[in-house]
Structures are given as C-alpha cells and as structure tokens.
C-alpha cells in the first residue's frame, strides 16, 4: 500500500513540473493554483518578469510563442512594460499589458489607456482595446502589423476621434455584415438539407424505402408556386408534365407542405 501511495505522489508531482522552465532560461518566481487556474510568475535572464496563467497545460510550441512574443513586446521602442499577462486557453493567448509608460511622437499614451492593452493570439497576433479621449470610448482594434503603425493608428485617433470613429464604423459595419452573411448562408444550407431530408422520409410507400426528390422537381414546383400563389396542384402537374419533368402527386404536395405549409388539397 505505501509503494502504491509513494508511485501517486511521484506520478503528481512529475506532471505539476512538466514544464521545465530553467531549460527554456525562465524561473518561476512564484505559483499558485485557484479555481482551475495555474498562475506562474516567471523571470528570465534579463530579469524582466511576466505572468503565465492556464487552465489546461500548454504543449511546448505554444510555450515557445509566448517566450518569444513577452520578448517582442520588451523590444518596442515607445513603450516601458509595468506588467505583462499572458493567459492560455483553447489552443491560444490573451495578453493583457500595463504599460510603465508610452510616449509616441513626444505624447504620453498611457492615460489614454484607462486598462491598459489587450492582445490575442492563436496564429497572427491581433489587438483589441480601448482608448479614453474626452469621455469618449473608442476602440483600437485589428491585426498586429508593426509597434510603429499601431502607434500612428492611436495617434491618429487621438488627433481626431470623431473622424476616427466615422472611418471605423464603417468597417466595423462591414464586416458585421460579411459575418451575418456568412451565417445566414450557413444556416440557409443547413435549412435546406433539412428540407430535403423531411421530404426524403416522407417520400416512401408502403413497400418501398424513403426516395430522394430531385432537386430539379423541388426548384421547379418552388418557382410555379412563387409565381402564382393561387396554383393548384393538378395545375402543377400539368405544368410539369410539359416541360417533361418526371414528379408524382405525393412528391408535389410534399413539396407544398414541406415549403409552403400547404396542406390544402
């Protein structure tokens, strides 16, 4: 019994130090575990610090992007980091930095900034935050080109905030409106498969197995029937039958119903 409680505290203890910090030049300063979250404070060679927290242990590689871009963001030449956060989850990162001070073209950028700088990563590093000018929120966000053109995006906001906001609205709406048409779509394909479905199970005799209706006798009995609303069925048929479409009675009022929700005869 005490050897089987002695391989459990072994086989704990190995996987709370599976990151191998000294090995990739940081040490933990300090570490503490609540609700689920591991937090580490961790310094490195050049005595600079940062926080890396998770809820589920990140492999290497992504341990790797996090070193590389707390090193990236101590490189900026505006800014002096106070603290910096990096928070792991779902396969990428949250980075929240307080910056000590940032000055770009002699102006001091940080109280603009009433909580600092927000980032995300997974595989292109984007920024999302926002500034405080006069009372009036605006929001910095987008892809991570450059310190320099992220500096010129604030600055520009800060010179002129209402022209700002005007530009940004604009694309902003944009892509709203690319991403509702994207889900419109999506949900229009899935609406539709679940269409052909119901008439697909409904279309089945006593003796025989549910049977597909082509596509071209559901597009066509749609079009005759937003055409004229007041069509008949029979009136359908007939139409049908001339243009040689091959598509029983019950395959019509199917399509009426499943469409329409025709369930006059």
């Not at 500096?151 to 700002?164: D, G, R, T, V």
């Not at 005759?224 to 009136?235: A, M």
């Not at 039958?241 to 369930?263: G, H, P, Q, T």
Request: net charge neutral.
């Amino acid at each position: 019994m005490k050897k089987i409680i002695l391989l459990f505290v072994i086989l704990c203890s190995s996987h709370i130090e599976a990151i191998d910090w000294n090995s990739k030049g940081l040490t933990v300063v300090d570490k503490q575990e609540k609700e689920g979250i591991t937090e580490i404070l961790l310094k490195n060679e050049k005595n600079t610090q940062f926080l890396f927290s998770y809820t589920t242990e990140p492999d290497d590689a992504k341990i790797q992007d996090a070193i590389r871009l707390h090193n990236n963001f101590r490189e900026w030449k505006n800014l002096q980091i106070d603290a910096i956060k990096f928070f792991y989850e779902q396969g990428g990162f949250e980075i929240s930095i307080i910056p000590k001070s940032f000055t770009y073209e002699g102006i001091d950028l940080t109280k603009y900034m009433p909580s600092g700088m927000q980032f995300t990563f997974s595989y292109i590093l984007q920024y999302n935050f926002r500034l405080n000018i006069d009372r009036l929120f605006i929001r910095i966000m987008g892809d991570f080109e450059s310190e320099d053109a992220l500096c010129k995006k604030i600055l520009s906001a800060l010179q002129n905030p209402k022209e700002f906001i005007k530009k940004r609205e604009a694309e902003y709406l944009l892509l709203k409106i690319e991403s509702l048409e994207s889900k419109y779509q999506q949900l229009a394909d899935e609406f539709h498969k679940l269409r052909a479905a119901t008439l697909m199970l409904h279309n089945a005799g006593f003796f025989s197995r549910p049977t597909p209706i082509s596509t071209e006798t559901i597009e066509r009995v749609i079009s005759l029937r937003l055409k004229d609303p007041t069509i008949t069925r029979n009136k359908i048929a007939e139409e049908l039958e001339k243009e040689k479409i091959d598509a029983s009675s019950r395959e019509i009022d199917l399509i009426l119903k499943v469409y329409f929700n025709d369930f006059n005869k």
